[in-house]
């Protein structure tokens, strides 16, 4: 049996069909089946696409991409998920459109949702803000869609919110299960998710959040480890903390870097704002209020400064079991040496995990492919083994 | 018989043969036959994806778009009307090209066109100049054609000239005939095509212009008002008034927007700018004179001030056909109250037409792919009938 | 027998293996054969297109590009090439992406290469620089394909780097084949590469540079003029008389344009920027020091304006064979009294040889194409082979 159609065998013992026409907004609206049948799907597609098979579900749509921030990885690997499954991808580049105007969001969703298929947004630059968007985007695409306006509804990928990166923080924990031999290897697992300082400021708290909020699900041990300040949401770790207590793992908070990589089998150290700077920003953002923004700034790289002893160097990296903890990076790290004088990882370090690290990004377009296939295809398991069975090759000659 | 093949057994009755290898410009140059066989093939197509069925026509090739004003909605449209016929489109940023370097538009036309099967040119800023840059691009590439530098001949959609709004327009009236439960049902109706009062300044005429020189083709009694000084182009006037009597409606112009609402079956308000300011801003523009520019805003802006009343309001809606004339606008409105402080129409009468007012937007995508499919298919009747009989599935699963 | 298996016949008879899997940085890289199939396959897959017939390998499939630079030509070429084969393009625009955050081009290279099947790269800016940018991002990911980080192995073309411009050279050279009828027929004929006044200053020497490099392996009298002090490199001056040596033909440099261009078949007048004062601009740039850059621009202007006769006049085409020397430019020229005032060429010049030298762009993306396809496909002669005998249709109806 190959591996397609063994993973296509799993993904039929699950229940999933709540995702079909559903969003995807945060892992931890999912099910830990349908959580586990994004994963199968992914591989599932990957080995499909390493074995020269086509993997199109459709022969023409779209695939509609927001970002309101920059991005290079996330906007490839989108653009790779939908390619993949035959969508093009139509970018909505607000710069070059009529939403300065004063359009509403209401409006904007059904007037590039006539043949949208599918839609990504990422939108991580508030507190507050994000979520709140893809949300009323996603209203009304669903409104348009029951008026009869929209001939099918759309689905939402979240690209990256305020609260969650659930395309990032999957691939990362798909990683981490191939990397151990299977999910069965995990339990037990000291994961430390660390802040550490970053000469930047302002980055989102998304990855961390996303991150206590799945690994917590595996029954790992996960510590979050910041400075004083630097607390990220407390629904977030409330849900960890329920995750934790569900699958026998467990979630702690520490205080100090050193505490959380003792021991620790994975390490996620990685900086980001604290909650309330952020919550601060949005008010000055919103009251336009461009010089409290720029004192705030200042005032927050000051802080990080404080912190310059948060960082993943050779030495930390001995605390870990054995010194060999697999280290993770959503990318770009802030390299001391390399992209920066001080930063949140040494370039030995960085540079000794540099293949893993690109196999943990190389799962992106797998997720976010598989997110899309459980929205859009009724009986995902049949269409795995249907085009297996039917053998069209992705590249003909 | 399905709706897709009565619509194609009703497409082989009309005579529209000039239409294949033609391009697209202005509604009047067509005739009655080959309007009627757009708005046909668009409901074909949008019959045929509504039930899942592929209407691809090409396995490869290029549509090519060129903005020269900001867009959204039409961008959306003309992108998913190249999927929908399995075109792929090509935006010729002309910040990212070499334009700059001073080459002409006849070799620009070529050099984007190799592989062009249709192009797309949105060209609305400047009276006088739109259209002619359409005419001269497209010169350009038949000449290319003739001389073998091309080895086929892109076809244009006019996505906005300064002149007509073909795609605007045409999906305007597809609107009404569905509202109105068919072609038939529309003589004698009458249109309030009126100015609007709006906080912005220089809006294009192509849709008033579009509109009077589409909707008199059908019997109905089109009406035109404006403040003095916000006339349209004469020549478009003169087109409405011919087409007015050669299909037993009427071509109207009034003074004030009551007159015109006054028992309206439908009423399509919206602000322009006056056709002679926009000449003085052409000329002003091509030679460079942008502090001429900058008071002839003012003085448009003051000007535009003064006719605040000229706007779409409960009271001005209940002068309509039982208070409940059809609301048209192309999108995005300034709203009263939403999005601007005083505009072309009441937050409370535009929440009312969301709805229809979306599915009027919702034809444009189908009315270009019709506009492309026309232009290169030669007997678009068979293919219609050939891709219902395939039955190849947009979403295979 | 078609003419495109005509060809595909020819193409079994190349020794052609080792370009499978390889990537296309300089034309000299390469076989006389290698260069022979790559003129064999454009002919073919523009022989089948112009029959209708499909020419796509990839059923998805990504062409990811880079623009390090402003482009048109070779913007819409490569989009060409990718959509004819199936591929969808994808381009990094780094301005829009997390570059800046100081990440290395290794992980740019594959952050953005999961599912990129050919990688196109246009940087001509800085001597020194452009190449090895290229070098740099194609040894990262080939790395990242020997480290399982990769599914597959993207191949190169260079779309302009500072040492040669091979898609424009071959492009330009297969006209040259076609108009002369025949590879054959070139033996002995004179090719002037001159240099040409221009207002504009620091045009990349890659395209003298790929002319001599490329022209000189048909057994032609190549000729390059210039003024004193806008010599090329001399590593390519190098390879040029290599080539000739071996082919029979010659290499020689003059002093005046009028020597040059005395009894020439062909010429090709047109501007570049002089060496060494390309290395001072690269030194200044790395250096961050704008305003020894302007400082330079000025000098170099001033240096250009003292050759204002170096331009291809009227009385200049007089000297070529006949008076009529085939006439080429990569464009767009600068273009006097049309363009500019003074420049590379008179308009009545270029007006009366528009019509080939829009020809001479049409290979471009069937080059591009046909390098991309020697790269992923074992046997190619077998597909074209295929792809006639399957007779898939472009256009369907």
């Given at each position: 049996m190959s591996k397609a159609t063994e993973l296509a065998r799993h993904l039929e013992t699950l229940h999933i069909n709540n995702m079909y026409k559903n969003d995807f907004y945060w892992t931890w609206d999912?099910?830990?089946?349908?959580?586990?049948?994004?994963?199968t799907v992914a591989d599932a597609l990957r080995d499909l696409r390493e074995h020269n098979i086509s993997t199109k579900i459709f022969d023409s749509?779209?695939?509609?991409?927001?970002f309101r921030d920059n991005s290079t990885r996330t906007r490839f690997s989108f653009a790779s998920a939908c390619n993949l499954l035959g969508l093009k991808t139509q970018d909505l580049d607000e710069k070059k459109s009529q939403i300065a105007h004063g359009e509403t969001v209401r409006e904007t969703a059904n007037m590039v949702s006539f043949m949208a298929d599918v839609?990504?947004?990422?939108?991580?630059?508030?507190i507050g803000e994000g979520h709140k968007y893809q949300k009323t985007f996603m209203d009304a695409v669903s409104e348009g869609y029951r008026d009869g306006i929209l001939e099918q509804k759309p689905t939402l990928?979240?690209?990256?919110?305020?609260?969650?990166?659930?395309?990032?923080?999957?691939?990362?924990?798909?990683?981490?299960?191939?990397?151990f031999g299977g999910v069965e290897n995990l339990k037990g697992k000291k994961v430390a998710m660390t802040w550490a300082y970053s000469p930047s400021y302002g980055k989102p708290l998304s990855v961390p959040q996303g991150v206590i909020g799945l690994f917590t699900r595996f029954g790992m041990d996960v510590v979050l480890a910041h400075p004083d300040g630097y607390d990220v949401m407390?629904?977030?770790?409330?849900i960890a903390?329920?995750?934790?207590?569900?699958?026998?793992?467990?979630f702690t908070k520490v205080n100090t870097m050193e505490e959380a990589f003792n021991g620790a089998d994975i390490v996620y150290p990685k900086s980001w704002a604290p909650f309330a700077a952020m919550e601060e920003r949005t008010k000055l953002y919103s009251a336009g209020d461009q010089a409290g923004i720029d004192v705030l700034e200042k005032k927050l790289l000051a802080q990080n400064a404080e912190h310059k002893d948060w960082t993943c160097s050779e030495e930390m990296m001995k605390r870990t079991k054995d010194g060999k903890a697999l280290y993770l990076h959503c990318l770009p790290a802030d390299i001391s040496g390399l992209s920066c004088k001080e930063g949140e990882v040494d370039d030995s370090v960085f540079d000794r995990y540099l293949v893993p690290l690109y196999k943990q990004a190389s799962f992106k377009p797998y997720i976010i492919a598989a997110m899309i296939m459980m929205s859009k295809v009724k009986d995902p398991a049949s269409a795995l083994l249907a085009m297996e069975r039917n053998g069209l090759l992705r590249k003909a000659f």
């Open positions: 999912k099910t830990d089946e349908e959580i586990d049948a994004i994963f749509g779209l695939g509609i991409s927001i839609i990504g947004i990422r939108d991580d630059m508030f990928v979240n690209l990256q919110c305020d609260v969650d990166h659930p395309t990032q923080c999957m691939a990362d924990l798909l990683h981490v299960i191939h990397q407390p629904e977030v770790e409330d903390r329920k995750n934790a207590q569900a699958t026998g793992g467990s």
